[in-house]
């Protein structure tokens, strides 16, 4: 029996014929044929995300076997289906962690300083004092595979890794493992505090203005899990007062940060707009497309699906 299979994800020429002649037996709909809604009804599978509008029916499909989303981050979404649901956690370590080692050494190193010296033809050797990441001690919010790739890479260059997790137990690249209930006891050893947290009622504002009043006041942040971790106030008020010595944010409360956020015009925070984990590295679509077809040879076969959040 053929089965449909809807993709959302974008696949080149090359991509869709290499599916096709994969799986002879399924029927490929992509989003961007403007007929895709009429085939929902026999839809098996639905790799990617489908649109606001489509969602809300996802729970009467008939046939619906699987939806595979392509990020690691999965809210709202168990609610929205009654079949297996599949996220992409263990494809975006190698990005992530290597925005974080590029994150840290960029506020280190102050390479802003010297481009910005370089623009105006300033030869100028003059620096504070350079820091390193070896001897530093690095406490990562989450120890999945965000968490876990970082602390190996932070480990190698020296530093000294503390997971928080949801409970004790040993987990590659990390020197200590606690629970995120003993943060606040681990809060003023750390230099650098990274959250890869996802956005869940456990998590959401789990940092306040105490949490960082607990911190060294040299202490670096960085935040590429959910920006509701900590509110857009409590980042201004923390810099506004001098909490910490920096930050680096990838995510916030409120997306765009808005325009008139003094965080803008902090020389000690660096922004980025939601992009440490994004495609823009051609191996995370690489490892997303072999997450695919890891399910769709289930879907095939008959056998467990992969990376399962629902059940």
């Known amino acids: 029996m053929h089965k449909t299979i809807l993709i959302f994800e974008e696949a080149d020429p090359a991509r869709r014929t290499a599916l096709q002649k994969r799986y002879p037996d399924f029927r490929f709909i992509y989003g961007d044929n403007s007929d895709w809604p009429k085939y929902l009804p026999q839809t098996n599978a639905i790799i990617g995300f489908i649109d606001a509008a489509h969602k809300d029916k996802l729970k009467s499909l008939p046939h619906l076997e699987l939806v595979q989303l392509p990020f690691a981050g999965y809210e709202s979404w ?121 956005s869940n009622e456990k998590t959401r504002y789990l940092l306040d203005i105490d949490s960082f009043r607990k911190m060294k006041p040299t202490a670096m942040f960085i935040n590429v899990g959910r920006g509701d971790l900590v509110s857009l106030k409590t980042l201004e008020d923390v810099m506004d007062q001098k909490l910490i010595s920096s930050m680096v944010l990838d995510v916030f409360e409120t997306e765009p940060l808005p325009a008139d956020s003094p965080l803008w015009q902090n020389e000690q925070v660096m922004i980025t707009p939601h992009i440490s984990g994004d495609f823009s590295l051609p191996e995370t679509k690489e490892l997303l497309w072999k997450l695919v077809e890891q399910n769709l040879d289930a879907l095939q076969n008959g056998t467990p699906f992969v990376n399962i959040v629902n059940q």
Do not use: M
């Open 78 to 198: 168990p609610e929205a289906v009654s079949c297996p649901l599949a996220n992409a956690s263990g494809i975006y370590g190698l990005a992530v962690s290597e925005y974080l080692i590029g994150a840290i050494l960029n506020q280190y190193r102050y390479f802003p300083l010297l481009q910005e010296r370089q623009n105006q033809k300033i030869w100028n050797p003059n620096l504070k004092p350079i820091q390193s990441i070896s001897q530093k001690t690095i406490l990562v919010l989450g120890c999945g595979d965000l968490g876990s790739t970082f602390a190996k890479k932070a480990q190698a260059l020296g530093a000294h890794t503390i997971g928080a997790a949801t409970r004790v137990r040993p987990i590659e690249g990390f020197d200590e493992v606690i629970t995120l209930d003993q943060l606040d006891d681990y809060l003023g050893k750390c230099d650098i505090l990274v959250s890869t947290l996802p």
